[in-house]
């Protein structure tokens, strides 16, 4: 079975800056397309940006766009999002995910296309 395990969480002041990893490890599968959700207290869990195999094509949720940026090493299986200019709105335990479905942009925003989650970090931001 694939394992995703994140790390980079944490405390940070509103304007900051943090940037999570997300490595996965286990039974070899090609991970087509990863993405990162976030899930606030009460709330849905909700996408923020997902990107390709190759890397070169990514899409974000328009509340993170321009201030997030994800990224990619394929060979080594290895996820990151790049958070800066952090707000309090952005405080939620954020998960990685990863499919080996082909997905397109948009299909890439929905949830239940990711086959592998894990268990998430915390992040949060303080005004």
């Known amino acids: 079975q694939v394992q995703l395990v994140e790390s980079g969480g944490g405390l940070v002041q509103a304007g900051g800056s943090l940037k999570l990893s997300c490595a996965a490890s286990?039974?070899?599968?090609?991970?087509?397309?990863m993405g990162w959700f976030r899930q606030a207290p009460g709330k849905e869990r909700e996408f923020v940006a997902a990107?390709?195999?190759?890397?070169?094509?990514?899409y974000y949720a328009d509340s993170v766009k321009g201030r997030f940026t994800i990224s990619r090493d394929s060979a080594k299986n290895t996820l990151w999002l790049q958070m800066n200019s952090l707000k309090p709105e952005d405080t939620a335990v954020y998960y990685c995910?990863?499919?080996?479905?082909?997905?397109?942009?948009?299909?890439?925003?929905?949830?239940?296309?990711?086959?592998?989650w894990g268990q998430g970090t915390q992040v949060t931001v303080s005004s």
């Open positions: 995910a990863a499919t080996s479905r082909i997905l397109g942009a948009i299909i890439r925003t929905i949830r239940t296309n990711y086959d592998y």
């Open positions: 990107v390709n195999w190759s890397g070169g094509s990514t």
């Open positions: 286990g039974r070899t599968v090609t991970t087509y397309a």
